[in-house]
């Protein structure tokens, strides 16, 4: 099963609007990451906030994580059309040795001009 | 910059063939994942490694096994490839000491399987 679910599964706003999208996980976590994916390609990390943080910023990003719901939001102020593509946030498990990081099935944010 | 790279972009296969995906990464990283994406789902993570011969099961190991004999690298082997095995294949790495458990993806492999 999904360790991470996003909310919502498709989202679409105007150029210049905030853009909000929500994380929920089941487990307990080192840290929570969210990727971006534009169409057909790889995923590119974009922050990643660990599990003593409650917000972090950067740049037009801004990210909180609330462990007692076990949750996270990721907001992008001041949208652009090259935002446009699919978001993920991902969790990051050990168990030993093994870190095993579970991403879940993604938001896909389009920006309209 | 790290660089993850996976073998091929494309590959088509027939059913019943056993298939290799290779994943190299040139920055010492200690774990690999293996991660399958289909519409709807997101990624699903099949198998990762956190050293040299060492291996876990992700959430949708079934149809597959992985190698890791060398830490750059990390092989996803389907032993007899089945439609249902049509996706894309994406490989990532990453070190709890070097990048805090950021994980660096490759390019994805889209595997069609006929």
């Known amino acids: 099963s999904q360790q991470g679910e996003e909310d919502p599964q498709a989202l679409s706003i105007q150029e210049g609007e905030n853009a909000t999208m929500n994380c929920s996980y089941k487990t307990s976590i080192n840290n929570l990451q969210w990727y971006r994916q534009n169409s057909g390609r790889g995923l590119v990390h974009l922050i990643l906030i660990r599990s003593n943080e409650r917000e972090k910023h950067s740049g037009r990003l801004r990210v909180t994580l609330d462990t007692s719901k076990k949750s996270s939001s990721l907001l992008i102020t001041a949208s652009r059309a090259a935002d446009t593509a699919s978001y993920f946030c991902a969790t990051l498990i050990s168990s030993g040795s093994a870190r095993q990081l579970t991403f879940g099935s993604g938001t896909q944010l389009t920006v309209l001009p | 910059d790290v660089k993850v790279t996976q073998s091929s972009r494309y590959l088509v296969k027939r059913t019943g063939e056993k298939v290799f995906l290779e994943c190299v990464q040139d920055?010492?990283?200690?774990?690999m994942f293996w991660y399958r994406q289909d519409p709807g789902l997101g990624l699903r993570l099949i198998y990762f490694?956190?050293?040299?011969?060492?291996?876990e099961k992700g959430d949708i190991p079934e149809g597959y096994s992985v190698s890791r004999e060398k830490k750059e690298r990390f092989s996803l082997i389907l032993e007899s490839a089945s439609t249902n095995q049509t996706s894309m294949y994406l490989c990532?790495?990453?070190?709890?000491?070097?990048?805090?458990?950021?994980?660096?993806f490759g390019q994805g492999t889209r595997l069609t399987v006929v």
């Open positions: 920055m010492d990283h200690e774990n």
């Open positions: 490694s956190y050293d040299v011969k060492m291996k």
């Open positions: 990532a790495s990453s070190s709890p000491r070097r990048t805090g458990g950021r994980a660096f």
